[in-house]
């Protein structure tokens, strides 16, 4: 049994016209059971940045409480939103202090610059960053996400259409991974707004 | 640190209300070399007197306008050896900052954290507040910006201000020739008139330091051949 699939994940962002998506499986299992059907691993840092977390559900959660208290500091100080990037180095530099005891989670980055383009990454469990142009994945099904995504993305679609291939690239890959699915959800976000979907597919 | 009878704060209240030794660190640095900065439209300049011991000090190994990070310099009036020792921390937190966040120190909280520091000084058992005032100078996603920070910890965003010796008419002299939209040349040429009018003796590129931080973001000092030619077309 492997720590980082014992509770069991899938996460996609991926990268639009002026916009981004990013989108997760729903379910939280111990190892086969099923625990819940609700669990959330997207979440909102500020309006344009997203933070999604896969591995071990508690570090998922410690993990976002701690960015959640990194940056309500930063707002304070700077008096501004972090910008992605930032967010990003932070995020690696957080992790990889605990590089001989780690977090067993795998974040991917989300976000808009100022000046409207999306912005992607994600980085490994003790920090390594890998920029992206066009989408990046995580979790126990990341290898099924990783082939639905390379063949089914296009470069600068709408928010609509993105939603709709972000989507299918998401539930066709937890479909073959019997640890991750029970639903999903995606954010899609813009400059002036976001649509958040929830996803039914095989709930199993 | 001291033994245990007499390690008590140096700095505590006295019954009017005032940290003494607070007051009497602004006295040190009232004695200092004057040092001045001006926030042009497009720029900073920051300005001191250099006046050394003796002339048979190598004046160019004294260096008293000193670089924290490629966009932010400081100048300081007070006591050298304590100046450095705050450069010294100022660049480690900048560069702190910098591998957190991939991103250059805004100059406002590099301030804020330097100015933290000397706070530090001023409410612990057996350690003196800093005897120098600090002007800091930089341009950043703000643009350009001049901080004053004091022995005391409080700090102040100037469009232009002395500090030192001469302080009184360097700030009225400032005062009456500032102008919002004024350019780095122009503020050039006004941080060396200020200057120069409590100067004793012959001002040169020698005996006085200029820094200088424009819209390329690489704050430098000017080199003394260069000073004498901003004195020269002051003339």
Redo the contacts between chains.
Sequence with gaps: MSITSYNGSALIAMVGKNCFAIASDRRLGVQFQTIATDFQRIFEIHETLYVGLSGLATDVQTMYQRLKFRHKLYNLREERNMRPETFASLVSAMLYEKRFGPYFCEPIIAGLNEDGTPFICTTDLIGAKQLSKDFVVSGTASESLYGACESMYKPNLEPEELFETISQALLSSVDRDCISGWGGIVHVVSADQVITRTLKGRMD | MGDSQYSFSLTTFSPSGKLVQIEYALTAVGAGQTSLGIKASNGVVIATEKKLPSILVDENSVHKIQLITPNIGVAYSGMGPDSRVLVRKSRKQAQQYK?????PI?L??LV?ETAAVMQEFTQSGGVRPFGVSLLMAGFDDNGPQLYQVDPSGSYFSWKASAIGKNVSNAKTFLEKRYTDDMELEDAIHTAILTLKEGFEGQISGKNIEIGIVDASRKFRVLTPAEVDDYLAEVE
């Design positions: 591998r957190l966040y991939h991103e805004p406002s909280q804020r």
